[in-house]
């Protein structure tokens, strides 16, 4: 047997441990030599596997032959790229074939990454190291089926991490090693690549800290991680992406003097931030106070602009406590309590007519706009901020009585219909293709083949439901 063959059979007959037994011990020269032929071992598998189908299903050849062929692709995916990685010399033909469709099947097994990293030391390092920052960039999302591999054959060969989101992403989500030698260069990463939110976004502050949040507050120092924390805050997204980030903030926990430099950006996140985010603001904001005075009514209109109710009431409280400090800047609050006056919550309108009563006489000078919010207050709190600064009292519209026509009569009851297939009625047997099609589809083993019953079955001949021309025909 030559060693073009018996790589074949072990490769055929899914042999992956004997495989990685046998490629372990190749020279350089009979990598050279298999790792030309191996591109034609898959157009053999596939060209054999077509004949097989074409013989045995000859109506039927163009259906099958794509579940066929599909399937034994499937199987054999593991073994090709084992083989691809002890063999193929260059490190782009080889990041080629085992990204490549035919070897990097969607529904293959996972990976036997210990495999395949064993196949790879006996590989020369640096194209241990060019193999894994190429497999890497080709990293799309953390389930990609290569991604695992791509993280392990970085650890083991010591290569640094390309610049790429996926791969960060692909990394948090990877089992966990003891003194990874990629955290000090991926860890710093997950505040800027797009993806690692919202893997890390299960990482929990209770009843202690889990596995990312204590790795960040044990490995990067603490300025990092604030600055971190707010720069992701401030390039948005979705709140189960930021999740983890407000999670490490909360267990940083600020004080007050490492939150003042950073008191614009948490201004900034006042008006749009997603509520969790904004919350955090608002909190180091108050920390921070007493604040500039602009700031300050800044964040009070940009909290009464928030739909929610729990950070609008956050808002009317700084106010209240502003324009009793200084009465004499209480016209600067005039927009912020306009804005409350058409917040969905009745509680945030309610406190926020109140306080206009309460300071009326700071706010003569600006009954016109005062006056104009009125109209998005329930009628009983207009007429009282209406009464108060002279305006029309609103009366509440009275909705329009209106006659609809009378429903139909409904229909006289009657017998359910009888059925139209029956106990002792085959129906199937005016659907034979549908159903030599379902039953193939059905008995058919992942990967490639049927199962022993479906085989059992089929050597007993043709069922009681094949009994036209055309029916489910026996495999």
């Avoid at 062929?69 to 790229?81: F, N, R, T």
């Avoid at 108060?388 to 006289?412: A, D, Y």
């Amino acid at each position: 047997m030559t060693l073009w063959t018996e790589i074949c059979d072990l490769v055929t007959r899914n042999q992956v441990t004997r495989l990685t037994d046998r490629l372990v011990t190749l020279t350089e020269e009979e990598r050279a030599e298999l790792g030309g032929r191996l591109p034609g071992l898959v157009k053999e598998l596939r060209r054999a596997r077509t004949e097989q189908v074409r013989a045995q299903y000859p109506d039927d050849f163009e259906e099958e032959v794509s579940w066929e062929v599909g399937e034994l692709l499937d199987e054999l995916a593991g073994a090709l790229l084992l083989t691809g990685v002890g063999v193929i010399t260059g490190p782009a033909a080889a990041v080629t074939w085992m990204t490549s469709r035919d070897v990097n099947r969607r529904w293959a097994e996972d990976l036997d990454v210990a495999q395949v990293c064993r196949v790879a030391a006996t590989r020369p390092l640096e194209w241990r190291r060019d193999v894994a920052v190429r497999l890497a960039q080709r990293v799309r999302r953390p389930a990609d089926r290569v991604a695992p591999l791509a993280v392990a054959l970085l650890r083991e060969s010591g290569a640094v991490p390309p610049e790429h989101d996926p791969l960060v992403a692909a990394w948090l989500a990877a089992p966990n090693v003891a003194d990874d030698p990629l955290t000090p260069v991926l860890l710093p990463r997950v505040f800027d690549a797009d993806g690692a939110g919202r893997v890390l976004r299960d990482e929990r502050l209770e009843p202690r800290p889990t596995r990312w949040l204590a790795a960040a507050v044990r490995e990067l120092p603490r300025e990092q991680l604030l600055d971190g924390c707010v720069s992701r805050f401030l390039r948005g997204g979705e709140a189960q992406d930021l999740r983890f980030f407000v999670r490490l903030h909360t267990l940083l926990d600020p004080t007050p003097a490492e939150s003042a430099p950073r008191l614009r950006d948490y201004l900034r996140l006042l008006p749009s931030a997603p509520g969790t985010v904004a919350e955090l603001a608002a909190g180091q904001v108050r920390g921070a106070m007493p604040i500039d005075h602009a700031d300050l009514v800044e964040a009070v209109d940009a909290l009464t602009f928030r739909e929610e109710a729990k950070l609008a009431a956050t808002g009317l409280r700084w106010l209240d406590r502003a324009i009793r400090a200084t009465p004499e800047a209480a016209a600067d609050f005039v927009t912020a309590l306009t804005t409350a006056y058409a917040h969905k919550s009745f509680d945030v309108r309610n406190r926020a007519a109140e306080l206009t009563l309460k300071h009326a006489g700071l706010l003569a000078d600006h009954t016109e706009a005062i006056l104009d919010g009125v109209r998005h207050l329930p009628a009983d709190l207009g007429a009282k901020l209406a009464e108060r600064f002279g305006g029309e009292t609103p009366v509440e519209e009275v909705l329009e009585r209106k006659e609809f026509p009378p429903l139909p009569e409904p229909p006289e009851a009657r017998r359910f219909p009888e059925p139209s297939v029956f106990p002792n009625h085959d129906y199937h047997e005016h659907r034979p293709g549908a159903l030599a099609g379902g039953l193939r589809r059905r008995d058919r083993r992942r990967p490639g083949g049927t199962t022993p019953q479906a085989q059992a079955a089929r050597q007993a001949g043709p069922g009681p439901l094949a009994v036209q021309q055309g029916a489910a025909r026996p495999r």
